[in-house]
């Protein structure tokens, strides 16, 4: 009778295990980057520099990039800008580039000064970014409603030479987060004024083709799994749709926070996070395979938290949390578990 209880308890306790494992959280709250109490207002997107142990943080409204030691989690330094929106980090040139939605300009800085080093002029509204490795060309949208314009440009910078090589006109005063393919020439690029997807030739610097959005509105974000052909189109409804990317077909929807602003997706691990500003969550997905989708839950972040930024090889997420009130705003800091 002792041998079959313990057998039982044993089998108890192993399924008690198997749930738990079933069940824990996509994400563990691992720390928080505290912000300076002076630093009020939105946050937009997220840089790294992992060889140099830097996070840089977009405060949106207080006109300033902050700059983090990831080692320890310490506030380093600002880089004063007149309304940044986008960071992207090159490690080979140790040069920092800052997209300045009130200047209309691409901003390079030196990466070990923080000083200046050149302006490209854009126009108004510089906003959202994509970055092509292999060519090193980054594309930024800019202009549109805030250039008082019924179109907006899809600008090609080549971060090398820091030159502006074209302009590509897409009908709509409005135009957000991008999507690049290794294996191709095409740029997936959300256009919310018209409620669709731009399909862009980058060799020929000409839209190929137009995608209707129909599952969900205000698309503002993307990710992309190349190797199953899917597009990933976050909407700021509640909403990611999913795409066919090789015939533009929308196959279905999946649920996630209103407000979302980032979207990520790593190949590795087959699973997508969405961070959304208007329930302050973060949403996790598994792909199970290209026609399938698990909700592994959602995490919670903070109200307005609606950017954040995965970097697979901490095995981490980055959130900016605004400030509210008197407490300070910070970055959580989650393990990916």
Known sequence: ?????????????????????????????????????????????????????????????????????????????????????????????????????GKGVLNIYDGKTYDLVKTVPLKVDTDSIGYDPATHYLYIDNGGDNAHETFT??????????????????????????????????LFLNNPAKNEVEVIDRKTNKIATVWPVKMG???????????????????????????????????????????????MFDPASKRIYATSGGTGEVDVYQETDPDHYKSLGNVPSGPGAKTGLLVPQLSRLFVAVPPKGTTPGEVYVYQVQ
């Open 1 to 101: 009778m002792n041998r079959l209880k313990l057998l039982l308890a044993a089998t108890f306790l192993l399924g008690a295990q198997m749930v738990a494992a079933q069940t824990a959280a996509p994400l563990k709250l691992a720390t928080k980057f505290d912000m300076p109490a002076a630093v009020k207002g939105r946050f937009d997107h997220l840089g790294v520099d992992i060889g140099g142990n830097r996070l840089f943080v977009v405060g949106e409204e207080a006109a300033q990039v902050l700059v983090f030691d990831l080692s320890t989690g310490k506030y380093v330094r600002a880089i004063k800008v007149d309304h940044p929106h986008a960071v992207l980090y090159r490690e080979d040139l140790q040069r920092i580039y800052i997209t300045d939605e």
């Open 217 to 263: 509105k205000g698309n503002a974000t993307m990710a992309l799994d190349e190797s199953a052909h899917r597009l990933f189109v976050g909407c700021r409804s509640g909403a990611i749709v999913i795409f066919d990317s090789q015939s533009g077909k929308e196959l279905q929807s999946v649920p996630v926070g209103k407000g979302v602003d980032d979207l």
């Open 153 to 186: 440009m899809l600008s090609v910078v080549d971060t090398t030479a820091a030159t502006k090589l074209a302009d590509i006109k897409v009908d709509g005063d409005t135009l957000e987060a991008m999507a690049l393919e290794k294996s191709g020439d095409r």
